[in-house]
């Protein structure tokens, strides 16, 4: 028997000494981020909430009540005042005047920006009027999976009777919007002790007389669901009970390792996708079980989680009592296409003479049998929000299941929220997207001066980077450098040895796993030594062709069998050096492993070109700021190739150059940067110097 993910309940967490001393917008804000940090409350970007706070009018000085209530698109979790929208109550009520019927209520929504007070530039949300004509002062909305599970069971509105008896009401299900705000007032008034509302396949309002004790309620609410739904499901079958057995954690990160390439490359024809894979128990249970196949294609309920999933996932072809992964990469293509056939019938069915045109008609969601779940989206982060809402789905679907009839929002109701003209208008302002956005980069080499200074550059036109080094504690350092800037979920790293061939492919695959493929990737482990060549060892030798040219083999070997499994083309830049191309005195086993690596690009270049592979390479020399090579023996070995002290050596390469510069990291990533974007979409095989000028290792 599949037993049920027991939860603790939620704690109260509100800390009065902490108030005391806030005013009510300081409570607001308070009251949101403790409601904000608990998933099982509302997720990322979920719910909102409000107070009608009295302020001084700073046209007339007079008294004024003006709503606080979350504006669009923010979060509850992180949220700071300037989150909240600010609208004149008495405007609010005025517009009941301007309301002409169900038909036109999205027009209420260009009026909201007339309500606004003190010229907050925050916008409005879509939930506004719902806590506007609220009519008690401190108002929360959330969409806790405990509350979801019964309001989308087939027989929500008794079963919130049973639980609450006449503290919490129940309305039938409504799209959010003006209609809906005039139920809740209508609702408040003929319900006076009433503590909240459950909304049919949608969520919770709660309210209460000061901010604590609305929050209060909230919780306790919640609370009350759990504890219901945790007595109702114990004796029975969670989904159905098992199915089929969950795979291992190592073969479940191999099984993903070699779908997720397979899958993004199929569905990033139009866009880049970046991809998330969880295997965390929750998902498990759901994607082992005897029902799931029949939940998933019931869809989701909440406008939330729809909203972040789509109409409904796709269960992929995988049985993990004959784990036959080949079989399954053999019918991806077939069984997207499915999809994306079943998806534009839908919009077709759906649609009317003002409904935008169909969005990407890909799936976000892949069920993988004994495997887990991959979500895809535009950007890493929004990918694991989708995973996210989608786990929250479960939970509903675990609860509804086990106390009644899980049923999914009506396609057609479905359909209105998804192609809403007020979400696509959202879409519309969104900003562009960045230049390399979508893409996934693999840097060798990370933790250095270039291999840092190029992830950086990356990041900072969009794509998601994995660095990649020998150097553990280096490695930590720098990618956590790089998450204070950009975001954690930006950014990934992982140890290897590229002359090890397991830890090689072994990495590559934990790229994959982590963004779902490869894009780009830029080699760049170093490793130099020098002495005259009667004084070179074997050992010396061949750790500079392991590293530098053997590694560079292995890492492109590794990378070209993901791009080629993407079929969508890659990229790949060599940091070579100077050296390749203009021997060095002492020099001999680094210059020649740098010569090797010339000549491998332009063979995998020539090997590439058909599949849209671009490899080129860029020369730096001298870049000695950042760098880890510099900071060991061949520092000291280069100054005494050229009867100088280690000092000196600097300078002596900014006036050896022809431009009489010094070369710094930032400068290599730069050339990178061109050969990894669209501006160098038509060169492959080349070769950049940056190193101030040598005339002797130009290339023609």
Known sequence: MSK??????????????????MNEAERLVYRSNLLGSDKRVTNYGGGNTSSKIWQNDPLTGEKAQVLWVKGSGGDLGTITADGFSTLYMDKLRALKKLYRGLEFEDEMVAYLPHCTFNLNPRAASIDTPLHAYVPQIFVDHMHPDSI????????????????????IGWLPWKRPGYELGLWLEKFCIDNPKAKGVILESHGLFTWGETSQECYETTVSTINQAMDWLEKKSAAQEVFGGNATPSLSPSERGEIASKLMPKI???ISTKSYK????????AVLQFVTSNDFR????????CPDHFLRTKIRPIVIDFDPKNPDIETTLIGLEAKLEQYRDSYTAYYQRCKNSKSPPMRDPNAVVYLVPGVGMITFAKDKATARISGEFYINAINVMRGSSSVSTYQGLEEQEAFDI?????EEAKLQRMPAPKSLAGRVAFVTGGAGGIGKATANRLLQHGACVVLADIDEKALASACQELQVTFGTDFIRSVKIDVANENQVIEGLAASAVEFGGLDILISNAGFASSAPIEEVTLAQWNKNMDILSTGYFLVSREAFKMFRAQGNGGNIVFVASKNGLAASPNAAAYCTAKAAE???ARCLALEGGSAQIRVNTVNPDAVLRGSKIWTGQWRKQRAAAYNMSEDELEEHYRKRSLL???VFPEDIAEAILFFVSDASAKSTGNIINVDAGNAQAFTR
């Open 4 to 21: 049920s993910l027991r939860t603790p309940g939620l704690k109260s967490l509100w800390d009065e000494a902490a108030v005391a001393k």
């Open 148 to 167: 979801i599970a019964i309001a989308a069971s087939s027989d929500s509105k008794s079963l919130t009777n049973e639980i609450f008896g006449d503290a």
């Open 264 to 266: 993004r490359g199929l």
């Open 274 to 281: 970046v991809g998330h894979f969880d295997d965390s128990e």
């Open 294 to 301: 029949k939940l998933a294609e019931l869809g989701t309920s």
């Open 418 to 422: 998804e192609y809403w003209l007020l």
């Open 598 to 600: 010339l000549h491998l």
């Open 660 to 662: 009489k510069r010094h």
